[in-house]
């Protein structure tokens, strides 16, 4: 199976990468360290020449580039080469109420994330994909998903679909059989050190041998460290 740089070394030796052209789900609670996890696989790719895509659902485009300059990686230059877009869909629901609900409710659907994001791109990035799916119930985000998925894997697209658990667990974890793949990241406290620590949870990976194991992480100065 082919595959691409996850942009964190660890998790590289771990699994070899992220399958190419899959759509993969990142969860955890709030500050667990999701969007930093998508902005490495960002910077891995624009690196490497890869047009990518990032749509800020729950953060603007600013905030994107000032988290991404604390780990000093500079996005803009990568927007000014083309090879990042990033869709401030945030920006546009907060246009006014009834923008919001007109493009973004749950009777639109995750069809108008296709129609923002095109298809001149090889690497995208959905952040946070459980906001749009707040009013739907378990069979319609399926449903949704399901169409979301198959269309981002026709087009061989490497996706990475960011959630807050809490959402997934509303959603009865269906998402969990839509996605190639799942990562969960989370705090745990360690009873040996007496200490919060961050881990990380390879739920699934199909077709790829991947640790049933937490594996321990931090976020220091350059991003995420995944320890061996």
């Known amino acids: ?36 996890m998508a902005l490495h696989l960002i910077k891995a790719q624009c690196s490497q020449g890869k047009r990518c895509a990032y749509v800020a659902i729950e953060e603007t485009r600013d905030d994107l580039l000032v988290q991404a300059s604390q780990f000093g990686w500079d996005f ?33 659907g995750f069809g108008v994330l296709l129609d923002l994001i095109g298809r001149e791109v090889e690497v995208v990035v959905i952040d946070n994909i ?28 490497t996706t990475l679909l960011i ?32 200490t919060r620590e961050r881990v990380l949870e390879i739920v699934k990976m199909r077709s790829m041998p991947a640790p049933i194991e937490y594996v321990v992480f931090e976020i220091n100065k350059e991003g995420i460290y995944v320890f061996s």
């Open 76 to 108: 803009k230059d990568y927007e000014e080469r083309d090879l990042l877009r990033i869709i401030p869909v945030l920006e546009e629901r907060m246009v006014e109420a009834k923008y919001q609900f007109t493009m973004y409710g749950p009777e639109t």
């Open 130 to 157: 459980g906001v749009m799916a707040l009013d739907m119930n378990p069979p319609q985000f399926r449903q949704q998903l399901d169409f979301l998925v198959y269309t981002l894997s026709k087009m061989r697209c």
């Open 163 to 194: 959630s807050d658990e809490s959402i997934m667990k509303d959603k009865k974890e269906v998402a969990l059989y839509s996605v190639h793949g799942a990562i969960k990241l989370m705090k745990r406290d360690n009873p040996y050190t007496d």
């Open 1 to 36: 199976m082919e595959k691409i740089s996850t942009g964190v070394e660890g998790l590289d030796r771990i699994l070899g990468g992220y399958p190419y052209g899959k759509v993969l789900l990142i969860t955890g609670n709030a500050g667990s360290g999701k969007t930093i």
